[in-house]
């Protein structure tokens, strides 16, 4: 099957009332482990790569990889996304290497570390909304600003020193026609979310609530949202890793979110931690092993066993034939013609 459309995945996603993961990728053998998760739970799925996992795989490598997961994998809808482009060059090359959506994301500057102004974040996203959208692509803003920093992006903090303005938000969906909007609830990017069980004071799930009340067919999306399960953590410790207790975000808030709007939830340090502690304990274990394969392939297993997990928790799982995938030719007549509507529904408050 070929790449997919974003907007087509969370258009059924918002139909079936289910979440999707974007999980973020860098190598072959997170490539793999999604599409053995995705095949075992029938999922359609969204892959990301940041601008550093870009860098790291020299650009082609991935996307040859997402192109091969693709073929390999005709049952299962995959759309291939970009994950927090800083500036209309980075979602512009995202597209014409054939990803199927970007995320722009405005809300910092292109540093990716200083906060931008509102209308700085409306003018760069609907630049690349009309880039985007004549070619079939689907664009995903940010209004607010997430917490932490990862990959060398973010603005640092706990995440609640710029939680989204519900009414910017619905300004912001009008002005710019993003098919996908992330907004910042208290998540942070990394492993160090929360110093404690999250409860109403870091979480502001009333402000998700609220946005979706105002924008009732806007698909949102929640970052930074690694559940850091407890298990996963002991494992990296118990063979020699040395990780600070932490708290993610519990699975009962995501499906919260679900069940009010979030169609897309990142997912990347849950991956990160089964990886590492996979191989750590063929290393713990194993001292005199050196083939490479060893503890890849345990390290690929351990992220399938998350993935499919999270497939399963967010409700995309047995809906990977549940739809036929629209060519990006046909996706990108429908913008023009308007069937694919980009002017959000906007309730009264
Ligand atoms: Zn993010």
């Not at 053995?36 to 739970?41: D, E, I, K, P, S």
């Not at 693709?70 to 995202?94: R, V, W, Y």
């Amino acid at each position: 099957m070929p790449l997919v459309s974003m907007r087509q995945l969370l258009d059924e996603a918002a139909k079936g009332g289910y979440g999707v993961g974007a999980f973020n990728v860098n190598d072959m053998e997170q490539i793999q482990a999604i599409m053995m998760a995705a095949r075992q739970t029938k999922s359609p799925v969204i892959v990301q790569a940041s601008r550093g996992a870009r860098a790291f795989a020299e650009d082609l490598y991935l996307f040859r990889l997402i192109q091969a997961a693709a073929e390999l994998n005709p049952d299962i809808p995959i759309a291939m996304h970009q994950d927090h482009g800083n500036s209309f060059e980075t979602c512009k090359s995202a597209i014409e290497l054939g990803y199927t959506s970007v995320m722009m994301d405005g809300s910092l500057r292109e540093d990716g570390k200083t906060p931008s102004t509102f209308e700085e974040n409306v003018e760069v996203t609907r630049r690349v909304v009309e880039y985007a959208h004549p070619r079939g692509v689907t664009v995903e803003g940010e209004i607010g600003v997430l917490g932490g920093v990862e990959d060398g992006h973010g603005a640092g903090g706990s995440g609640l020193e710029h939680v989204t303005d519900p009414d910017q938000a619905v300004a912001f969906a009008e002005r710019t026609g993003v098919d996908a909007l992330a907004i910042a609830i208290g998540t942070s990017h990394g492993a160090y979310k929360f110093s404690k069980k999250p409860d109403g004071s870091v979480l502001k799930m009333d402000i998700l609530i609220a946005i979706h009340k105002r924008l009732p067919r806007t698909h949102l999306v929640m970052h930074g949202s690694s559940s850091v399960p407890k298990e996963l953590q002991d494992i990296v410790n118990q063979y020699g890793g040395k990780l600070k207790p932490t708290w993610g975000v519990p699975i009962e808030e995501i499906q919260l979110g679900i069940r009010n709007g979030v169609r897309k939830i990142n997912v990347d340090t849950d991956n990160r931690l089964a990886i590492t502690g996979a191989i750590r304990k063929v290393f713990a274990e194993t001292p005199e092993k050196f083939d490479p394969r060893d503890y890849l392939k345990p390290a690929r297993e351990a992220m399938a066993k998350v993935v499919a997990e999270r497939m399963t928790e967010f409700g995309q799982a047995g809906h990977a034939g549940d739809y036929k995938p629209i060519p990006i030719s046909e996706i990108a007549k429908g913008y023009a013609n308007g069937t694919l509507t980009t002017q959000p529904l906007v309730a009264a408050k």
